[in-house]
């Protein structure tokens, strides 16, 4: 029996899209000689259709779409998508053959963490499926349910030779591994091989990375696609197993990451029909790494840098942006913001009279910048990519409606130091990023000799407890226990605690750890628990 794990792209909600995707699959697997075709979780409608699971017209649509394939012969379906039946509704896989509905398993295991809200849409199934295919018992199980042993137990007890498994799982840091250690315990628990079909591409904060995989009875991986393309993953079952086939490398730790921020962009921009992006180049290495993934997700046509100068600008800082876009070919444009700056000075001047500078004027030159993005986004229709990283979003070292301002935030999930580490990183592919940008001390230049390090810990103590803080869910009274400095610790988590308002305002933006700033992060704006 061969089987083919279609890893594809879907697009959230464009239903007749993902169906004509779906049938080129099977027609591509009928020409390999494909007896099965198995498609990842919710592949009908994309994951997660979000609210879109609350309207009645949305299961109408799919149920269409499901009539189409069912008139697809010489192949078997299993079809991801939501299901309504009576008051319920379930999160699907249907096997469809010749014209037959063979049956259909609901998903038993609702996710309810992290990214997840399931509960909020289904119902939980409660029986397994298994089907047949010629002699050959096949099992079926839809992603979550593969992390916990009942359900593949109560599959390999109801007589399964083989599981299939549909699944929408998205990137974050080592999931590709952490993946292959849950199904070595399944494989060790249950004597069966598996069959793991995943999503690939972006869908607003989330990137699937595909890497769809077979697993056979001795825990070895005999099979695996590339990881964040669309591959047709051909596997056969003989003798009781899934036997060796395409094998194609698991990048590094850095190249997923990097790889996770250029489908983020590439597909928030072409699936939401942006014909471009927009970005404020600074000098520094924050907007140097957004402008290479902007460049490597969408090519140098679509890109248009825009330095903003004033007079805290080094000299080396436009030097080295004028550097990098003649590397890149990217259009570019100079703006000097200093004229403006002064004109709002002097309008505040009788409001700001006998009160001393402060950050209000620092702030102030970050707004004239996000203003002029946001105007030259309006007359093109570009989409404006913000620069921030995790580490600025953690503390509130940002401003908003300043280089807030903007659409989509490409590092809005990437801690400081491994900014540094992806530059080096993307240099050692081909030289983009300048040297010095890479080894300069990080700086605003919002005032006369301005530092980051001025007003926040070095970047390596800063994330390190950022990682503990937010990620990890460790108390400030453990983090200092592991040795960092107390005044370093309550630092960073009061400023974590007063910068909710401001990460609750902050555009979606590529998720590539288990704890983003987004749907993984819930925080209450107001709130006094200390």
């Known amino acids: 029996m061969r089987i083919a794990l279609a890893q594809f792209n879907p697009t959230v909600g464009d239903i007749a899209g993902n169906t004509r995707k779906i049938l080129n699959c099977a027609h591509a697997a009928i020409a390999q000689g494909a007896d099965i075709l198995l498609t990842p ?54 096997v469809l053959r010749d014209g037959h509905r063979l049956g259909q398993y609901h998903k038993m295991l609702l996710p309810n963490n992290e990214v997840f809200d399931e509960c909020r849409y289904f119902t939980p199934g409660a029986s397994p499926l298994v089907f047949q295919q010629g002699d050959i018992k096949v099992g079926v199980l839809i992603c979550e349910d593969v992390w916990a042993l009942d359900p593949a137990a109560e ?27 849950v199904l070595r315990y399944r494989v060790e628990e249950t004597g069966l091989p598996f069959a793991y079909a995943n999503l690939s591409g972006g869908q607003d904060e989330l990137v699937f990375d595909g890497a769809s995989f077979a697993i056979n009875k001795a ?28 094998q194609a490398r698991t990048p590094s730790t850095l190249e ?24 404020g180049l600074s000098g520094g290495i924050d907007s140097a790494l957004t402008l290479a993934v902007a460049v490597d997700a969408l090519g140098a046509d679509k890109v248009h840098a825009v330095m903003m100068p004033s007079a805290y600008t080094a000299d080396i800082s436009i030097n080295d942006s004028r ?47 996000g203003t002029l993005l946001m105007a030259l986004s309006n007359k093109s229709g570009k989409l404006v990519l913000t620069t921030g990283n995790k580490s600025e979003m953690t503390t509130g070292y940002c401003t908003l409606y300043g280089d807030m301002a903007g659409g989509f935030a490409v590092l809005k999930d990437v801690a400081k130091t491994v900014v540094f580490e992806l530059c080096r990183w993307r240099n050692q592919q081909s030289q983009v990023i300048p040297e010095r940008i890479i080894t300069r001390p990080p700086s605003a230049e919002l005032r006369a000799n301005q530092l980051d390090q001025d007003s926040l810990p070095s970047y390596e103590v800063l994330d390190a407890i950022m990682a503990r803080y937010v990620e990890e869910n460790q108390s400030a009274a453990e983090i200092i226990a592991d040795g ?11 400023l974590l605690k007063t910068n909710e308002y401001k990460r609750r305002q902050a ?21 006094k628990f200390s």
């Not at 549909?166 to 591994?177: G, M, T, V, W, Y």
């Not at 669309?230 to 060796?244: H, R």
């Not at 550097?323 to 259009?331: F, G, K, N, R």
Request: net charge negative; hydrophobic share 40%; glycine share 6%.
């Open 484 to 494: 960092f400095q107390a005044e370093d610790v309550h630092k960073v988590v009061r």
């Open 155 to 181: 599959t390999a007890d109801a007589g399964a030779d083989l599981v299939l498994v549909l699944n929408a799982s998205p990137f974050h840091r080592n999931k590709i591994e952490a993946r292959h250690e």
């Open 323 to 369: 550097a990098m876009v003649e590397t890149l070919a990217v259009q570019y444009d100079e703006i000097n913001i200093w004229p403006l700056y002064e004109s709002f000075i002097q309008t505040l001047a009788p409001s700001f009279a006998g009160l001393a500078a402060d950050t209000t004027e620092e702030n102030l030159q970050a707004r004239i910048r």
């Open 41 to 94: 979780e919710m592949a009908l409608t994309g994951y997660s259709p979000e609210d879109l699971l609350l309207r009645d017209s949305f299961y109408r649509a799919c149920n269409q779409a499901m009539d189409e394939l069912l008139e697809i012969d010489h192949i078997t379906l299993v079809i991801g998508h939501p299901v309504k039946l009576g008051h319920e509704c379930f999160n699907a896989a249907t």
């Open 219 to 246: 825990g070895q991986i005999v099979a695996q696609a590339s990881a964040f393309d669309d591959e047709l993953l051909i596997v056969d079952f003989e003798a009781g197993d899934l036997q060796p086939g395409h």
């Open 256 to 279: 997923s990451i990097y790889r996770t921020l250029v489908v983020g962009v590439r597909d928030y921009t072409v699936k939401n029909g942006f014909p471009g992006v927009l970005l």
């Open 507 to 527: 555009p979606v933006g590529p998720r590539i750890t288990h704890r983003g700033f987004g749907k993984d992060w819930r925080y209450p704006i107001t709130n």
